[in-house]
């Protein structure tokens, strides 16, 4: 399977725990991107790395979120001192960047979490 | 800030008929409009995808049609089908920007009935 790979599937934590997602993205993508969607909602862009680089951040993400790429290669994104609002699917997203110019983004499964 | 908006919220389409999704986007810059099909506890999928120098993009029973100056497009689910049924996302973006992160709809449920 060459697509985009996201572990865990489903996390289930107590409010207060740590929590960490991986995402292994399409091989010779070199941008990753990071969203969170909500039931009901379309997914919302938290933060995205061009190989090892993290570029930009939304607002979203608080100080408790923290993602890295090392090597440009797989991400993590973590989060500490979950809360109950951070109860979400994550998803990964990779796409080719050509010249600085990027569209396609193929997605992972994502990783539900529920914080109870 | 609501950039991209869609409709309708959910759609009901009697097998072999027609399934038309709008969506209207308000930075001009946007220069790549994907659309992206969800079912239950999967990722979504790249369906389908439009950048504004065309009018329409067909692709076997799926066609984008696109309206730079009214900033809307919409899908058109020709034939659909009970596998169809699912979640659709429109989205945008700035591919030529350093981010080329996509603004999404807020999605539309889409029931074809057998």
């Known amino acids: 399977d060459t697509g985009v790979s996201q572990n865990p599937r489903h996390k289930i934590t107590k409010r207060g725990q740590n929590v960490t997602f991986r995402c292994d993205p399409i091989?010779?993508?070199?941008?990753l991107y990071w969203y969170r969607q909500t039931l009901g909602q379309g997914p919302e862009f938290l933060t995205y790395?061009?190989?090892?680089?993290?570029?930009?951040k939304s607002r979203l993400l608080s100080d408790r979120f923290s993602a890295e790429r090392p090597k440009g290669s797989f991400s993590t994104l973590e989060i500490q001192r979950t809360e109950q609002g951070d109860s979400a699917m994550y998803l990964c997203?990779?796409?080719?960047?050509?010249?600085?110019?990027?569209?396609?983004?193929?997605f992972g499964p994502g990783t539900r979490l529920t914080v109870t | 800030q609501q950039q991209v908006k869609q409709s309708p919220q959910s759609l009901i389409v009697q097998k072999g008929g027609i399934s038309i999704i709008n969506c209207a986007y308000e930075?001009?810059?946007?220069?790549?409009f994907p659309w992206y099909q969800q079912f239950p506890g999967k990722g979504p999928a790249l369906l389908i995808a439009?950048?504004?120098?065309?009018s329409e993009k067909k692709e076997g029973r799926f066609t984008i049609s696109f309206n730079k100056s009214a900033k809307q497009f919409s899908l058109h689910i020709m034939d659909s089908q009970p596998g169809d049924s699912a979640t659709y996302f429109c989205a945008a973006s700035r591919g030529s920007s350093n981010t080329g992160k996509l603004i999404f709809g807020q999605g539309t449920t889409l029931q074809v009935k057998p």
């Open positions: 997203a990779s796409s080719l960047a050509d010249r600085g110019r990027s569209y396609e983004q193929y």
């Open positions: 790395f061009q190989n090892e680089a993290q570029l930009e």
């Open positions: 091989s010779e993508h070199n941008r």
């Open positions: 439009i950048r504004p120098d065309v």
């Open positions: 930075n001009t810059a946007f220069d790549y």
